[in-house]
């Protein structure tokens, strides 16, 4: 083997390593790890077979090194965010299959450019979205794509992959509101609907209809082309989702006043020029900074204004206290308890105060509470967060770490990804850290064995945590640790800790499985 090939295929095995570390440990030969990998007679890797291996987070772009892969399986895991345009530099790729995941954005249409292609499955990734790129060959003999939002352009050519053709726009707002009758030339002969020349819907104006009712209607965010959103005076119920601000780049005027929306005004809306959502007397907690000039009206509402707020006041003049913060991070609990949270029989179980009812403990187990986890960083004497036994999911958040006031955090059997934070380690009187059931993933970071009034540690069933503990663990007296179900282990020169078994290799790997 030369030189190029053996810097080539050593980094084939820091990826492989990087991607799935409770397997794929230190070796000479990355094609000794498992029956999932093949390789040539040079060392190349040719077949990474990783189905159903609980793997989260995002196809790494590395797999773009591995020049002599004709077969790469990455269905029935967690993978998150975009298909990567690099796996088009993969020349000699004839299978590919990233079914039943939870990828998001387009298929990227440099795919179309991998001529050796003959299997590709996208399949079961219901946020996959857009036209399907027009060119691929007829070489690519098997394709599917079912259950996903990807479709046949007007102009499409090529393989099918079992894809319906797209909706037109008409087509889009007609299932955004099924009860309000959406002409098939909407662009024309619609009332409220302005479309560009191409047609292209660019703003919608649908107010004062009260068939226009329940969840905000999420099929909008395949308008691409909006601009401007009103929809005034009908009967939106549930949250305003964050997707909003995040899923039509052109957007800059949103009306939504006189409905009846709970919760907060999600921060991604801070860059529009527009905003409106007076007369929602569900919407609460603290009004989100807006950059100077931004139209706006919130009169009507529950919202305040918390401290250190820029940008205009929305007709808000109320200040912001706890059982605000507790209305707009958990409205379907405390929705209607702005005044009163703290000694109401219907929700004084769920939060706990001192006797100036500032907030010092939130107990909602069982709730239901699903979306990112919410932000309470304005509860300044809160002692303990429990949030166990609910459907939140992304990354556990960063503020957290600087309520320093924390003694007890539970956000055990939730869905939370990404990385155990290494900021737990700041909040120095910390006692009781349950992180487990989750799908975090990496190492445990030594600032958590630092922490010197930890008595209770869980990171049990978080399949995807590895390494050994670190050294900050040796001498550290918890009275309750339980690493079950991971891949972490203690090393040989610790006592049994956590109840994860001793290391088996001295060698220890850093977060990049090195």
């Not at 990567?84 to 179309?112: C, D, M, R, Y």
């Not at 309000?180 to 191409?198: Q, R």
């Not at 540690?457 to 918890?478: G, H, M, R, T, V």
Request: glycine share 8%; proline share 6%; hydrophobic share 35%.
């Amino acid at each position: 083997m030369s030189s190029t090939q053996a810097v080539a295929v050593s980094a084939e095995c820091t990826v492989l390593r990087a991607l799935y570390p409770g397997t794929f440990t230190p070796v000479k030969s990355c094609c000794k790890f498992s029956e999932e990998v093949k390789c040539d007679d040079n060392g190349f890797v040719t077949t990474l077979n990783l189905d159903e291996q609980k793997i989260v987070g995002p196809i790494p772009e590395q797999l773009s090194t591995f020049s002599q892969l004709d077969t790469l399986i990455l269905s029935r895991n967690q993978f998150t965010g975009p298909i990567p345009a690099s796996l088009a530099k993969l020349t000699k790729l004839k299978t590919l299959s990233v079914a039943s995941n939870f990828l998001t954005g387009t298929i990227p249409s440099e795919l179309k450019d991998l001529k050796s292609l003959r299997s590709f499955r996208f399949d079961d990734n219901p946020a996959l979205e857009g036209p399907f790129p027009t060119g691929f060959t007829a070489t690519l003999a098997s394709c599917n794509g079912t259950t996903t939002d990807v479709c046949l352009g007007p102009s499409h050519s090529g393989v099918s992959c079992s894809l319906a053709a797209c909706p037109s726009e008409c087509g889009i707002l007609s299932a955004a509101f099924p009860a309000v009758t959406v002409k098939a030339d909407c662009c024309n002969n619609m009332p409220g609907i302005t479309c560009d020349t191409s047609g292209s819907i660019t703003a919608i104006n649908l107010s004062n209809n009260k068939q226009i009712k329940g969840d905000f209607p999420v099929d909008l965010f395949k308008l691409k082309s909006l601009k401007s959103l009103q929809l005034d005076n009908n009967a939106l119920t549930g949250t305003i989702p964050a997707e909003l601000g995040t899923a039509l780049p052109l957007l800059t005027s949103v009306s939504l006043e006189g409905n009846a929306l709970i919760g907060r005004i999600p921060d991604t809306l801070a860059k529009l020029d527009t905003l409106k959502f007076a007369r929602n007397a569900g919407l609460g907690g603290p009004l989100l900074s807006l950059k100077a000039g931004t139209t706006c009206t919130g009169l009507g509402t529950a919202m305040c204004l918390p401290a250190g707020r820029t940008g205009p006041a929305c007709g808000i003049t109320k200040k912001c206290k706890d059982c605000d913060v507790l209305a707009g991070a958990f409205p379907t609990v405390f929705s209607g308890y702005e005044s009163d949270c703290c000694t109401n029989r219907d929700v004084y179980r769920f939060a706990k105060c001192d006797d100036d009812d500032f907030v010092t403990q939130v107990l909602l187990e069982k709730q239901g509470l699903t979306g990112s986890l919410p932000d309470v960083r304005a509860l300044s004497k809160l002692s303990k967060l429990e949030l166990r036994f609910n459907k939140y999911t992304g990354i556990i958040p960063e503020y957290l770490g600087n309520m320093q006031t924390l003694r007890w955090v539970d956000l055990s059997d939730n869905q939370l990804s990404g990385p155990v934070p290494a900021f737990f380690g700041n909040i120095k009187l910390l006692e009781r850290l349950y992180l487990n059931d989750n799908l975090l993933q990496g190492t445990i970071p030594s600032s958590i064995g630092d922490l010197q009034k930890l008595e209770a540690f869980a990171f049990n069933n978080n399949y995807q945590l590895y390494n050994p503990l670190p050294e900050s663990f040796k001498d550290k007296s918890i009275s309750f640790c339980t690493g079950a179900f991971t891949a972490v282990c203690y090393p040989e020169h610790f006592p049994p800790l956590c109840q994860v078994p001793r290391c088996k290799c001295a060698t220890r790997l850093d977060a990049a499985g090195q």
